[in-house]
């Protein structure tokens, strides 16, 4: 198994709360990958970085910010959560090589699983 | 954004049947990924194709990359109870921004003892 670790797994908060999640991986890849996981819409990607302090945006961005200031820790922050963003949220690594193949491929951790009131 | 249509959405099958599952894109992809995900877990890698027309076995699994590069099936031969979960596709894009996965939206697979 890759070595990735989510935390909390799990966390109950209340509107306009901020939140922060932690992403931490032991495989030193340059690739890490925030996604949520919805009844209907399979995993979507939130944000991704490709190296330290080198993120950008995914599909579903909005309310959410990430940041990574070592290579091994990826942080998804909600500024101020709404009940639309409870769901549950997956944390990915890969080391990227140009071309498709093994090292290419993404591992996904346990997940967080997170419900705003 | 690109879209995956993968099928069927649920399948319910006896213990030693075989299965079968696809997936269809509209874009071409040049990887397609098979995934397993249990009950509060998170989706764990079956088999990677990496070249069109590619045939892939893991144990009990076979997987194609299909050769116009838009579609892959799954197929499970023999179930059994652990096979039991849910079954996701995806297709994958690899460039400079990394590689960026688009997901199905999952097979669920009951097998009955």
């Known amino acids: 198994d890759a070595g990735i670790t989510q935390s909390p797994r799990h966390k109950v908060t209340e509107t306009g709360t901020p939140v922060t999640l932690r992403c931490h991986q032991t495989e030193n890849h340059r690739y890490m990958y925030w996604y949520r996981q919805d009844p209907g819409h399979g995993l979507r990607l939130i944000h991704y970085s490709y190296g330290v302090k080198d993120t950008d945006k995914g599909e579903v961005s909005d309310g959410y910010s990430v940041s990574r200031s070592k290579t091994e820790d990826f942080l998804l922050t909600l500024e101020s959560a709404t009940s639309s963003q409870t769901s549950v949220y997956f944390c990915?690594?890969?080391?990227?090589?140009?071309?498709?193949?093994?090292?290419?491929?993404?591992?996904f951790g346990p997940g967080t699983r997170l419900t705003v009131l | 954004g690109q879209q995956l249509n993968q099928s069927p959405q649920s399948m319910f099958i006896q213990e030693g049947e075989d299965v079968s599952m696809n997936c269809t894109s509209s874009?071409?992809?040049?990887?397609w990924l098979w995934y397993k995900q249990d009950p509060g877990e998170g989706p764990v890698l079956l088999i990677a194709?990496?070249?069109?027309?590619e045939l892939t076995s893991n144990g009990r699994l076979t997987a194609q990359f299909g050769i116009t590069r838009k579609d892959s099936f799954l197929n499970i031969s023999a179930s059994i109870p652990s096979d039991v979960g849910i079954y996701f596709c995806?297709?994958?894009?690899?460039?400079?921004?990394?590689?960026?996965?688009?997901f199905g939206e999952g097979t669920q697979l009951t097998v009955n003892p």
């Open positions: 194709l990496y070249k069109a027309g």
């Open positions: 874009s071409i992809f040049n990887t």
């Open positions: 995806a297709g994958q894009l690899s460039g400079t921004s990394g590689s960026r996965l688009t």
């Open positions: 990915a690594i890969s080391e990227y090589t140009g071309t498709s193949g093994p090292l290419d491929t993404q591992y």
